[in-house]
């Protein structure tokens, strides 16, 4: 395992040899000390499926459904989980890079030690997401996106493009926003009490607190 810091979230993260790990194309009922390499799974049903300290690169899951089970000391790089739905999975001690979750819906997953790295979640819906230890979002595309009952405080999103997200009921405490864009988030202010912002980003929180008290600005 390594340690890598996101802000003042540090996550403990896998540290794959490939040389211990074995090369395989089939899916079962679970993975462990895995390497996979470009395999297609699209449409697949997943039921209470395990995978444990493999490495996933170029692999397809879009338009999948994986209901419970778990990835525990997962890399996953340049994989498809677009379409996918993902019900009572839990994330744990992952990294997952330059992946993308388009249209993904996430809905009971609970999430401790986990990096997106450059991943995409544009359109995805997360309902009832939790974190139980250090989670961040780094270099990701979240615009569009539903965050809804999510519990996910202490949460590092650093340069991360928010754009359209909208957020219902979240608890986001403690999290760290420095370095993404907030044009066009869609949030009640409560929302984001206890973020953490930077100067520039002022100016965004400004309009969103106009829209959401409905002030009417004029210079006369």
Aim: charged letters at 25%; one cysteine or more; proline letters at 2%.
């Amino acid at each position: 395992m390594r340690t890598t810091t996101i802000g003042d979230v540090r996550i403990l993260l896998p540290d794959l040899d490939p040389d211990d790990l074995d090369s395989v194309t089939e899916l079962g009922d679970g993975l462990t000390d895995a390497l996979v390499e470009g395999a297609s799974w699209h449409g697949v049903q997943l039921e209470d499926c395990r995978l444990r300290s493999s490495r996933i690169t170029g692999g397809d899951l879009s338009g999948s459904t994986w209901e419970a089970g778990s990835l525990y000391g997962c890399e996953i790089t340049r994989t498809d989980f677009s379409g996918a739905t993902l019900t009572g999975i839990t994330i744990d001690r992952c990294a997952i890079t330059g992946s993308r979750f388009t249209g993904t819906r996430l809905t009971d997953v609970r999430l401790k030690d986990v990096l997106f790295d450059g991943c995409r979640f544009d359109y995805a819906t997360f309902q009832r997401v939790t974190a139980a230890g250090s989670v961040a979002f780094t270099d990701c595309t979240l615009t569009n996106a539903t965050w809804s009952t999510c519990r996910l405080p202490g949460l590092a999103m650093r340069a991360c493009d928010l754009a359209g997200l909208e957020l219902d009921s979240c608890h986001l405490d403690g999290t760290d926003l420095r370095g993404s864009r907030l044009h066009g988030l869609r949030t009640p202010l409560d929302n984001l009490h206890g973020v953490t912002l930077t100067e520039d980003q002022l100016p965004d929180l400004t309009q969103l607190a106009v829209d959401a008290l409905g002030l009417a600005v004029r210079n006369d």
